[in-house]
């Protein structure tokens, strides 16, 4: 079955750090480019950052850029987010997501894990 | 950036009513516009790529058109499970970014 599972979501206190993990499973992980896609309480769909299947190439959003930091290990089958300098506004459930095709980011996403909710309060 | 504009915001329909969704980018994206569906606590799902191709196992009453700047999403014949929140999204640059939602709530 193809799985995608998101771990390591908490509540953190402001310029704080947070490590998400993703754990995929029955595709070929390294094939495909990797996002991550954040939806604070009650709003809309914001994509956070992307990385190529072999991990080469990194994405962000400028809301992030500089804070947060996307990679890959293609032998654990694993995506990581690390996320720095936390804000209030990084409060969101935030979701791993597989692009569909072989041409990397950006494209559709269609596979989703489940979501991690990150609360940054103090 | 390339703006996502989705309209109606909201929609109010009943079992059995043809819906149409239309999003609009600020630029034009040829045909890389994707939508997705989203039931309330849980992730979203793919239903149309590439503006008008159709998801694997996702019903056929499901299609999508448009090119350039417009685009739509029609549900043929609404049914209970498709009472949920639509949005679109550009992959033709980065960053990758989403229409604001659609809410379709029973009338």
């Known amino acids: 079955e193809v799985q995608l599972l998101e771990s390591g979501g908490g509540l953190v206190q402001p310029g704080g750090s947070l490590r998400l993990s993703c754990a995929a499973s029955?595709?070929?992980?390294?094939?495909?480019?990797m996002s991550w896609v954040r939806q604070a309480p009650g709003k809309g769909l914001e994509w956070v950052s992307a990385?190529?299947?072999?991990?080469?190439?990194?994405y962000y959003a400028d809301s992030v850029k500089g804070r947060f930091t996307i990679s890959r290990d293609n032998s654990k089958n694993t995506l990581y987010l690390q996320m720095n300098s936390l804000r209030a506004e990084d409060t969101a459930v935030y979701y791993c997501?597989?692009?569909?095709?072989?041409?990397?980011?950006?494209?559709?996403?269609?596979?989703w894990g489940q979501g991690t909710m990150v609360t940054v309060s103090s | 950036d390339i703006q996502m504009t989705q309209s109606p915001s909201s929609l109010s329909a009943s079992v059995g009513d043809r819906v149409t969704i239309t999003c609009r980018a600020s630029?034009?994206?040829?045909?890389?516009l994707n939508w997705y569906q989203q039931k309330p606590g849980k992730a979203p799902k793919l239903l149309i790529y590439?503006?008008?191709s159709l998801q694997s196992g996702v019903p056929s009453r499901f299609s999508g058109s448009g090119s350039g700047t417009d685009f739509t999403l029609t549900i043929s014949s609404l049914q209970p499970e498709d009472f949920a929140t639509y949005y679109c999204?550009?992959?033709?640059?980065?960053?990758?970014?989403f229409g604001q939602g659609t809410r379709l709530e029973i009338k």
């Open positions: 997501a597989s692009s569909r095709g072989y041409s990397g980011y950006p494209d559709a996403f269609d596979i």
């Open positions: 029955g595709f070929t992980f390294s094939s495909y480019a």
């Open positions: 990385i190529s299947g072999s991990g080469g190439s990194t």
């Open positions: 630029q034009s994206i040829s045909s890389y």
């Open positions: 590439a503006a008008s």
């Open positions: 999204q550009q992959s033709y640059s980065t960053p990758a970014t």
